[in-house]
T-cell receptor
């Protein structure tokens, strides 16, 4: 089955600086890669996703890049703010013409924004 | 806005009990999922369903079963609860299409098995 590795497990950056979280996946058939943010005691919330036919996607201060050849994808947060402090999870899945497929998650990155 | 509702926020049960966790979504999503979340392990898929009465095993199905009698409701069943099933359980739902679709999560049920 799919295996997703996520690094680093903890990331501390100064407010205003950029943060980068990296993930690798094992199954070359995976074609959908979402990123979730989870604040303490709350549900995971989707912040951005990318499909394998796209190399990069941006949404304001957040961007995701995908390198299918190397089987890795990264989350980039620019101009970090205190409210960006949370645990971030990457995930991978393979969708086909059928129905569902569950997500395989990385173990998470605890992002700490230092004032 | 998608709403995924889990019946209990906190639940305490005893070893050997049969435990039911309920999840309801209001967006007519075909797909529903159950994950457990443990510190340092991330989220792991237990079971999922892409249609009424259909179910598929995820990565860690042992000790669990599921039921999907109606499209909006997906139940997770611990047949005989054990202490290693103490965890946060998260339900999610998504549309069923050819392309990957975002999964929307409930608030979770923190289950303690004593």
């Amino acid at each position: 089955g799919e295996n997703v590795e996520q690094h680093p497990s903890t990331l501390s950056v100064q407010e205003g600086d950029s943060a980068v979280i990296k993930c690798t996946y094992s199954d070359s058939a995976s074609n959908y890669f979402p990123w979730y943010k989870q604040e303490l005691g709350k549900r995971p919330q989707l912040i951005i996703d990318i499909r394998s036919n796209v190399g990069e996607k941006k949404d304001q201060r957040i961007a995701v890049t995908l390198n299918k050849t190397a089987k890795h994808f990264s989350l980039h947060i620019t101009e970090t703010q205190p409210e960006d402090s949370a645990v971030y999870f990457c995930a991978a899945s393979m969708y086909s013409g059928g129905g569902a497929d569950g997500l395989t998650f990385g173990k998470g990155t605890h992002l700490i924004i230092q004032p | 806005d998608v709403k995924v509702t889990q019946s209990s926020r906190y639940l305490v049960k005893r070893t050997g009990e049969k435990v039911f966790l309920e999840c309801v979504q209001d967006m007519d999503h075909e797909n529903m999922f159950w994950y457990r979340q443990d510190p340092g392990l991330g989220l792991r898929l237990i079971y999922f369903s892409y249609d009424v009465k259909m179910k598929e095993k995820g990565d860690i199905p042992e000790g669990y079963s599921v039921s999907r009698e109606k499209k909006e409701r997906f139940s997770l069943i611990l047949e005989s609860a054990s202490t290693n099933q103490t965890s946060m359980y998260l339900c999610a739902s998504s549309l069923r299409t050819r392309l990957g679709q975002p999964q929307h999560f409930g608030d979770g049920t923190r289950l303690s098995i004593l």
